[in-house]
């Protein structure tokens, strides 16, 4: 099932000319923790990414008991889709559809009115790999609002290591958050 949704959802689609190809390099079962979307999320975004990996995309099936707020989610190198006709109808959306869209998002892509920047961001990620062994960069940030919260930083995470150390932060960032923790908020200079 996960090969052939990323085959209707992304390699059977225009990624092929951008020169961009999702190979399932492991396949393995995940228990989910949890029936909210946030909670599963925080679960998936725990997960390092492997040696072997550029990026870790969970699928979930149907479940009674699943809150779904969300037809799928991205963070840095972590994502998630509901992978099932049944979980995404109420989005209006197909399965391929929904993980299309979060498949543009783990390449660096955020929402804009036009694909241009979203292809620029591939291309320049795809300059900054180098070698096609090399692990595939993610941008810090796609979301507009977080790189004006964050001072107009977009840095291009180029090392997996580093993606992982991300990852964890912003996973207990949201804990801290969750027990009611404040964080700080950043400050821009003038």
Request: net charge neutral; with cysteine.
């Amino acid at each position: 099932m996960a090969r052939r949704l990323m085959d209707e959802a992304w390699n059977g689609t225009e990624a092929g000319s951008l020169g961009l190809k999702v190979e399932l390099v492991s396949l393995k079962p995940w228990k989910r923790e949890g029936a909210d979307i946030e909670t599963i999320f925080k679960n998936v975004q725990k997960m390092p990414v492997a040696p072997e990996c550029d990026r870790i995309f969970a699928f979930l099936g149907p479940s009674d008991e699943l809150v779904t707020e969300l037809a799928g989610g991205v963070a840095l190198t972590h994502g998630f889709v509901l992978a099932t006709p049944e979980s995404t109808r109420q989005f209006m959306l197909t399965p391929a559809e929904a993980a299309r869209h979060e498949i543009y998002h783990l390449a660096g892509c955020g929402h804009s009115p036009t694909m241009d920047e979203c292809y620029r961001k591939i291309a320049h990620a795809k300059r900054k790999r180098g070698s096609t062994n090399a692990f595939f960069p993610v941008f810090l940030y796609i979301l507009e609002e977080d790189v004006r919260k964050n001072c107009g930083a977009n840095a291009l995470i180029a090392d997996r290591g580093e993606a992982n150390r991300i990852a964890q932060r912003w996973v207990a960032e949201k804990e801290r958050r969750a027990s009611g923790q404040a964080s700080p908020e950043p400050r821009c200079g003038t």
